[in-house]
T-cell receptor, first 116, second 111 residues
Framework: GAVVSQHPSWVICKSGTSVKIECRSL??????MFWYRQFPKQSLMLMAT?????????EQGVEKDKFLINHASLTLSTLTVTSAHPEDSSFYIC????????????FGPGTRLLVL | RKEVEQDPGPFNVPEGATVAFNCTYS??????FFWYRQDCRKEPKLLMS?????NEDGRFTAQLNRASQYISLLIRDSKLSDSATYLC????????????WGAGTKLIIKP
């Protein structure tokens, strides 16, 4: 149980295009979903916290207009990287916390984004 | 000062050796502590939570020293499959549900 999926697992795109990444909790309902970014040889950095039905809370330095987050249901959150540039190339990972077990985060397998 | 600091690594150790990871955190009010394992190009996976009394799971032992704001992880009888990056994680004080990640320490077990 407690499986989180991400789609796509990897994507290569041209500079200036937008990329949407989906995060789904497959067998539980998630109160909260988190979006992280990890550059090579660095730690995970929290980008934003997403609660179903409300606006995401972005961390300092993360542009909300560039990284659009939609959390329309208790099992799905999406992150859209708008007008992607090479410096946005990274490993994007989501995690989800089950209803009633908010100290536990289950991680998706990550999405590797390469912007040319 | 980083909120969570770990040994920079990498650690290169022979199979069967005992390995110790150290971690310090800056906010004394932090409440929850974890060790995660991350394999190359994969998502992090929870290895174990760390409790004040210390806890053990097979070959893995985690300890917490709140006075020193120090967390440790010990791996005994290391296996080749233990090769990974080990991440020390602490909860964010102003939100119990947000995690602060150390940079990780890479472990390489050699046959």
């Amino acid at each position: 149980g407690a499986v989180v999926s991400q789609h796509p697992s990897w994507v290569i795109c041209k500079s200036g295009t937008s990329v949407k990444i989906e995060c789904r909790s497959l067998d539980f309902q998630a109160t909260t979903m988190f979006w992280y970014r990890q550059f090579p040889k660095q730690s995970l950095m929290l980008m934003a916290t997403s609660n179903e039905g409300s606006k995401a809370t972005y961390e300092q330095g993360v542009e909300k207009d560039k990284f659009l987050i939609n959390h329309a249901s208790l099992t799905l959150s999406t992150l859209t990287v708008t007008s992607a540039h090479p410096e946005d190339s990274s490993f994007y990972i989501c995690s989800a916390t089950p209803v009633g077990a908010q100290e536990t985060q289950y991680f998706g397998p990550g999405t590797r984004l390469l912007v040319l | 000062r980083k909120e969570v600091e770990q040994d920079p690594g990498p650690f290169n150790v022979p199979e069967g050796a005992t390995v110790a990871f150290n971690c310090t955190y800056s906010n004394s009010a932090s409440q929850s502590f974890f060790w995660y394992r991350q394999d190359c190009r994969k998502e992090p996976k929870l290895l174990m939570s760390v409790y004040s009394s210390g806890n053990e799971d097979g070959r893995f032992t985690a300890q917490l020293n709140r006075a020193s704001q120090y967390i440790s992880l010990l791996i005994r009888d290391s296996k080749l499959s233990d090769s990974a990056t080990y991440l020390c994680v602490v909860n964010r004080v102003d939100s119990n549900y947000q995690l602060i990640w150390g940079a990780g320490t890479k472990l390489i077990i050699k046959p």
